[in-house]
């Protein structure tokens, strides 16, 4: 079956810094890929869709400057938290597009 | 806009009961899929069911299947034979079909949490 892998599965860093977060496609083409956000015992809320190729279409709060997205191939897409400070700290899901949607094991983001 | 409702914030269940989770909708389009999601404690998102709104027979995947009502916009998850593997946060989710290569989104409801006891 489709299998979405996400990189790195934690991080913990210091506030200030960038992360970067990678979301990978393993055996199918992704011409769109999502990136949700999750707070513990929350749904999963959509920041942004990224399409190859062209820039990410933010959903309506969401910091385009900070959460930077790039999709640059049609397997791999990533989310760069920029500045990361504590209430970045959440789990980032990404999900592909390929014959249905496929989502990743998630990754869970510590910013002290 | 469309939105999903999950009203159960949580459920409880015997191992081998038969348990049902609630989902209401609501959209003006005539055309759309539901699914409903399970998200372990790995979480990882799994699809359980998928249903198409043109469809009128109800999805069964095993020991899963839906009971859609489209005209009261009602799509229930309903769990036979429940297993301590079922245990897990459930989540409903609505999504538009494509039109013109429109990528369309995924809508979540808040989810139920669903604990299986032995």
């Known amino acids: 079956g489709a299998v979405v892998s996400q990189h790195p599965s934690w991080v913990i860093c210091k506030s200030g810094t960038s992360v970067k977060i990678e979301c990978r496609s393993l055996?199918?083409?992704?011409?769109?890929m999502f990136w949700y956000r999750q707070f513990p015992k929350q749904s999963l809320m959509l920041m942004a869709t990224?399409?190859?190729?062209?820039?990410?279409?933010?959903e309506q709060g969401v910091e385009k400057d900070k959460f930077l997205i790039n999709h640059a191939s049609l397997t791999l897409s990533t989310l760069t938290v920029t500045s990361a400070h504590p209430e970045d700290s959440s789990f980032y899901i990404c999900s592909a597009r390929g014959p249905g949607r496929y989502f990743g094991p998630g990754t869970r983001l510590t910013v002290l | 806009a469309q939105t999903v409702t999950q009203s159960q914030p949580e459920m409880s269940v015997q191992e081998a009961e038969t348990v049902t989770l609630s989902c209401t909708y609501d959209?003006?389009?005539?055309?759309?899929?539901l699914f409903w999601y399970k998200q372990p404690p790995s979480r990882q998102m799994i699809l359980v069911i998928r249903?198409?709104?043109?469809?009128?027979q109800n999805a069964t995947e095993n020991r899963f299947s839906v009971n859609f009502q489209k005209a009261a916009k009602s799509f229930s998850l309903k769990i036979s034979d429940s297993q301590l593997g079922d245990t897990a946060m459930y989540f409903c989710?609505?999504?538009?079909?494509?039109?013109?290569?429109?990528?369309?989104?995924?809508?979540f409801g808040t989810g139920t949490l669903l604990a299986v006891q032995p």
């Open positions: 249903q198409e709104a043109y469809k009128q």
């Open positions: 055996d199918f083409q992704a011409t769109t």
């Open positions: 989710a609505f999504m538009r079909p494509g039109y013109g290569g429109a990528t369309n989104k995924l809508i």
């Open positions: 990224s399409n190859e190729g062209s820039k990410a279409t933010y």
């Open positions: 959209t003006s389009e005539s055309n759309y899929y």
